[in-house]
């Protein structure tokens, strides 16, 4: 047992086979994302006993493995479960260190809300985390770039196939070593307009950080490739076809008189971490910042008129990416080349710098896992 700050043991049981160092050193010299994953995972149990009342329990570090799981299981039939994800980044002294827990997770609990899942409380995330890094911190990388990728999840694991929230529900956290999420060195990407699908509807889950919404994106995503795109764009179609969110990234639009602008989060759209950090970072320069509806129309006329600057998108996995281009049935919307002294890239720098150590973190937005 292992005695933390938020004072929940938990129990260890570490692999009998753990990655050999030459094997994890070949995998760190290209890892990817989401390719290859640590010894270990953290587990925490949640049940209703029988005076109805839930809690968290047997909380424990155990070998990364296959989950055994009732083929009745209520996440195999009706989808309720939920993730997160982040990132551990190892400074110049060796330690590591993770950005924004906390906001993690108070969007995991907002999430878990709206798919009637049980709360976890923030303090006992944050050590999941701390725990799971402890004994993998060799598996997080030291490259420009790279970090250590944190997947926490929640699945409903009671077998029962009635048509109500889980009594029975396991918490996980995973990790994987991630470099580029796009691959190569970072270049602007192309983007597909998606016209025909939608990522959410209003009332739905599209807020929630859940795997029905990626899963309704893929269709698109298909079509995207197939148009030799990287991400899908989605509209809202009955609001002036405002522009919402990419598949699985926050979208920002740069205009020559220095507004930065992104759409307001409207029940639809994820209340990305990096999204609110960029926002953060962009009103501390002095850049007007809004968050208002911008719609696809407007986005054409700003590109014709010369008032479009900029346009990237922003999440844990590709933090800031520049989008060059907007693919559409009718043609193409063209961004002016991100330069180093680009919105994007500058703040993109600033930022991945506080999540390096590199920087100064002025915000309390750092903390420490080993």
Same mark, same amino acid.
């Given at each position: 047992m292992t005695q933390n700050a938020v004072g929940v043991e938990f129990a260890q049981r570490l692999t009998e086979n753990p990655t050999t160092a030459e094997r994890?050193?070949?995998?760190?010299?290209?890892?990817?994302f989401g390719n290859y994953f640590t010894d270990h995972t953290a587990v925490i149990d949640w049940s209703i006993d029988a005076e109805g009342r839930g809690g968290w329990h047997q909380a424990r570090i155990e070998p990364y493995?296959?989950?055994?799981?009732?083929p009745a299981a209520a996440v195999l039939h009706y989808g309720q479960e939920i993730f997160e994800g982040l990132k551990a980044y190892r400074h110049a002294d060796g330690s590591v260190w993770t950005f924004r827990a906390e906001a993690n997770a108070h969007r995991f609990n907002r999430s878990a809300q709206r798919l009637a899942l049980p709360e976890l409380p923030p303090e006992l995330f944050v050590e999941s985390l701390r725990q799971l890094v402890s004994v993998d911190r060799d598996w997080v990388p030291s490259g420009d770039g790279e970090a250590l990728y944190l997947r926490p999840f929640m699945i409903a694991t009671e077998a029962f196939l009635g048509v109500r929230p889980a009594r029975e529900v396991s918490y996980r956290v995973i990790a994987s070593p991630a470099g580029?999420?796009? /691959?190569?060195?970072?270049?602007?990407? &192309?983007?597909?307009? &998606?016209?025909?699908y939608a990522r959410a509807g209003h009332g739905g889950t599209g807020e929630?950080?859940?795997?029905?919404?990626?899963?309704? &994106?893929?269709?698109?995503?298909?079509?995207?490739?197939?148009?030799?795109?990287?991400?899908?764009?989605?509209?809202?179609?009955?609001?002036?076809?405002?522009?919402?969110?990419?598949?699985?990234?926050?979208?920002?639009?740069?205009?020559?008189?220095?507004?930065?602008?992104?759409?307001?989060?409207?029940g639809n759209i994820l209340r990305?971490?990096?999204?609110?950090?960029?926002?953060?970072?962009?009103?501390?320069?002095?850049? &007007?910042?809004?968050?208002?509806?911008?719609?696809?129309?407007?986005?054409?006329?700003?590109?014709?008129?010369?008032?479009?600057?900029?346009?990237?998108?922003? /999440?844990?996995?590709?933090?800031i990416t520049p989008i060059g281009e907007l693919k559409t049935a009718e043609g193409s919307l063209v961004s002016p080349?991100?330069?180093?002294?680009?919105v994007a890239m500058s703040i993109r720098e600033q930022l991945l710098g506080i999540q390096t150590g590199a920087v100064e973190d002025l915000h309390g937005w750092l903390t420490r896992l080993a």
């Open positions: 994890r050193a070949a995998i760190l010299e290209d890892p990817g493995g296959p989950i055994a799981m009732d580029n999420y796009f /691959g190569g060195a970072l270049k602007p990407v &192309s983007i597909w307009l &998606s016209e025909h929630a950080k859940c795997g029905g919404n990626y899963a309704a &994106s893929l269709a698109a995503q298909l079509e995207a490739e197939a148009n030799g795109c990287k991400q899908v764009l989605f509209l809202d179609p009955y609001n002036d076809n405002a522009v919402e969110e990419l598949g699985g990234m926050n979208i920002f639009f740069v205009f020559t008189d220095g507004r930065v602008v992104t759409p307001a989060l409207n990305g971490v990096t999204r609110d950090s960029v926002l953060q970072l962009a009103s501390d320069r002095g850049l &007007s910042v809004e968050e208002r509806k911008i719609t696809i129309d407007e986005w054409r006329a700003s590109v014709a008129d010369g008032t479009l600057a900029e346009v990237f998108a922003c /999440g844990t996995a590709a933090v080349a991100a330069g180093p002294d680009s």
